[in-house]
């Protein structure tokens, strides 16, 4: 499914997503709000991953965050 322009343009109440739970697998790090997957999470380098979640939608919903590095 793929949103259209016009309804992505109306989209404009983002909502972050903070966690303070640490990842199970020590090679993804927790820092300042972000997961990252590198060697360093201050000094970044080419192929590092840094993730943040957040969302559009009402506050009170429900909702479920999947992901698999």
Do not use: C
């Not at 993804?28 to 990252?36: E, P, V």
């Not at 590092?48 to 992901?67: K, M, N, P």
Request: proline share 1%; charged share 30%; hydrophobic share 30%.
């Amino acid at each position: 499914m793929h949103l259209g322009l016009d309804v992505k343009r109306k989209v404009n109440d983002y909502y972050e997503i903070w966690s303070d739970t640490r990842p199970d697998r020590s090679d993804i790090k927790l820092h300042s709000g972000f997961y990252y997957h590198g060697n360093s999470a201050l000094e970044h380098e080419i192929g590092d991953l840094r993730i943040h979640f957040s969302y559009a939608g009402r506050e009170d919903d429900i909702y479920t965050a999947v992901g698999v590095v």
